[in-house]
């Protein structure tokens, strides 16, 4: 089993630019979790799809989005990039109640 | 969202038992605790969580306070590899949502 993947693993954007950040669910989960991490700080919940739908979002701006497709798979979109978006942006996914696995994190900078 | 207060770090010694407080007073009857611990360069790890009864698995046992205003993760015997930042999470009943604070960073001495 793969566990949670996560491409690609380092992007550097510059401000204004837009970028997708992709998400491989752990094999049998349907459920999948973004959360950016600063440097220094715990992670901040974004968003989360289960059905392809957003099922409950954290409080980021519209500038942040998803999509999840049927495989489970998911991609995070983030528009109008600033500096204050440098971050690592985590995937976890689940299924039910269980506890959410972690993929490794896509490391973004902005310049 | 109910909150916890964890202490910033902790030190233990290689092979010898530690225990991690969580204080979570304003916890709400639906909500679960969990623990997560992330090692450096990696993402969280779930390790354990519970309700209201003791959990014990292979990583950890979490002992949950009979008022449920706090708990305390158990790692029977710390090993290098333990040396991670730990967070107390509550988690309501109906949410996926994990809010996570700032965690106590647990060095282990060998």
């Known amino acids: 089993d793969a566990g949670v993947t996560q491409s690609p693993t380092h992007l550097i954007k510059t401000r204004g630019q837009q970028v997708t950040l992709r998400c491989s669910p752990k094999s049998g989960h349907d459920t999948v979790s973004w959360y950016q991490q600063a440097l220094g700080q715990g992670p901040q919940f974004i968003f989360q799809?289960?059905?392809?739908?957003?099922?409950q979002r954290g409080n980021f701006p519209d500038r942040f989005s998803g999509h999840q497709f049927p495989n489970y798979s998911s991609e995070l979109n983030v528009n109008a990039l600033l500096l204050g978006d440098s971050a690592l942006y985590l995937c976890a996914s689940s299924w039910g109640d269980l506890g959410q696995y972690f993929g490794p994190g896509t490391r973004l900078t902005v310049t | 969202d109910a909150k916890t207060t964890q202490p910033n770090s902790m030190e233990s010694n290689e092979e010898e038992p530690v225990h991690l407080p969580c204080n979570h007073s304003t916890i709400s009857g639906t909500d679960y605790i969990h623990w997560y611990r992330q090692l450096p360069s990696q993402g969280p790890e779930y390790v354990i969580h519970?309700?209201?009864s003791n959990v014990n698995n292979r990583m950890a046992s979490l002992a949950i306070a009979e008022d449920r205003k706090s708990s305390t993760l158990i790692l029977h015997r710390a090993t290098l590899r333990d040396a991670a930042v730990y967070y107390c999470?509550?988690?309501?009943?109906?949410?996926?949502?994990?809010?996570f604070g700032g965690g106590t960073r647990l060095m282990v001495k060998p």
């Open positions: 999470i509550l988690r309501p009943r109906f949410s996926n949502m994990l809010t």
């Open positions: 799809y289960y059905e392809e739908e957003e099922r």
């Open positions: 519970g309700l209201t």
